[in-house]
């Protein structure tokens, strides 16, 4: 079992920047890689970035360089540090972990607006 936890959304302007956190708790030591999701109204759930415990990354082309994945393994979180937001990141984000099943955040408002 693994409990995923998300916080750092809310309302920016284009062009702005947020950070999302996700802290893991639980059966970490079988995570091998974390990821974001994001859901836009109407539309299906797509992946934004992936890192693996060896700090490999791997990104959407829709946010390549201007959203970069960490993790800090001590704080067993992953951080999605977001720059140069559009309108079309708006979304819900959603933290997910692949283990015998996938596991999931709540989510996180993100909404980029003026």
């Known amino acids: 079992q693994v409990q995923l936890v998300e916080s750092g959304g809310g309302l920016v302007q284009p062009g702005g920047s947020l950070r999302l956190s996700c802290a893991a708790s639980?059966?970490?030591?079988?995570?091998?890689?974390m990821s974001w999701y994001r859901q836009a109204p109407g539309k299906q759930r797509e992946l934004v970035a992936t890192i693996t415990r060896g700090g490999s990354t791997n990104y959407a082309d829709s946010v390549k360089g201007r959203f970069t994945i960490s993790r800090d393994n001590a704080k067993n979180t992953v951080y999605l540090q977001m720059n140069s937001l559009k309108p079309e990141d708006t979304a819900v984000y959603y933290c997910n972990v692949p283990l015998s099943r996938d596991y999931w955040g709540q989510g996180t408002q993100v909404t980029v607006s003026s």
């Open positions: 639980g059966n970490i030591f079988s995570i091998l890689r």
